[in-house]
């Protein structure tokens, strides 16, 4: 059978979804960044130890990704375990070889069905992944006391612009940095921490959140000479709050680089931790959706299917201006409100019962 150029097209959307898909359940059994630093009689037995030291920390970080916060400390050492049943495969990022020192960072993927199997048997619940949001970046730099923001030409934001071409585990997006832009989110906006605006500036992108990543120096210090320290600035969106500050850290290569990397290992670990939906709760919520036609409701149902909070939608019933459904949710009501929320829907109690609107439509306006 041949196909048309438009079946074509289709067939092609449909391979690339599929492959997205595949990479994203990759990138969240993966760990990236991992730094590794031993040495021993000779370089051959350093890199031996230090892959396996790496495979171990890699191992330990996500058990810690993978329970809740409460559940942590009845994880296994992983120093007990048989590393190579867990591991599915590993790439050494960088390196330095000395005659009895190896220094690398690694990037380790590991087995989904063994780890999971691992914890399950430990009788730990385990966290379920979330589709990676689209997180907007603004970097900005203190120079001399001051604040430099949408400075598209600095080697700051220039490194951004690289890792946002290769970055797998986030959507990561930097603005045009136009006028639009620099009215919405000034300096003085960022120095007074003002993250309704963070917020504006997100949703004229359609992303899921925005961040301001402030590179730091020593006062009087030369970037290229003396490691910067890292602050963020969130908005109200997936993140869910500011990343932990980085304090200055040395590292090997451009330092520009280098620490936009360690700034994005940070914000994956940050949305990672707060995106997690526990696996063991799930609870039946029956909504009305009121609809303007067709095609809302089309757009309506995309958007909650797409949502990892939302392990089904059944329909009960549709009319022309209504829908009755049933969402099953992981987590409790806020958490379900919140997710809602990013995708511009509305989650309230009236008249006796749940409605789910687009925002801005008025409860009068649900028909009845």
Known sequence: MR?????????????GLLLLAEV????????TGIPVDVTAE???????KGIEAGQREGLRRLLE????????TRLPSVQSLPIARYVRSYEIADEKVAPNRWLATLNVAFDPEEVSALL???GLAVVEPTAPPAILVVPAERRGGELLLWAREEAWWQAWEKLAATERALRLVLPLGDLADLSTLPPGAVEAGDR?????????????DAVVVILEPEPTADPAAAPPALRFLAGNGALRGDPAPLAPEARAGEPYDEAARAAVTRLVETWRRSGLVRSDRLADLAVAVPLADLAGWVQIRRELESLPEIREVRVVSIARARAEVVLRHAGDLDRLREALARRGLVLAEEGGGWQLRVAGVPPAAVPR
Do not use: F, H, K, M
């Open 3 to 15: 196909l048309c150029g438009a079946g074509r097209r289709v067939v092609a959307i449909l391979l």
């Open 24 to 31: 994203r359940a990759q990138d969240w059994w993966t760990e």
């Open 42 to 48: 000779n370089a051959v037995a350093a890199r031996e």
């Open 65 to 72: 990704r993978l329970v809740p916060p409460d559940q942590r």
């Open 120 to 122: 399950s048997g430990r």
């Open 196 to 208: 309704a605006a963070l917020d504006r500036l997100a949703a004229r992108y359609g992303a899921d």
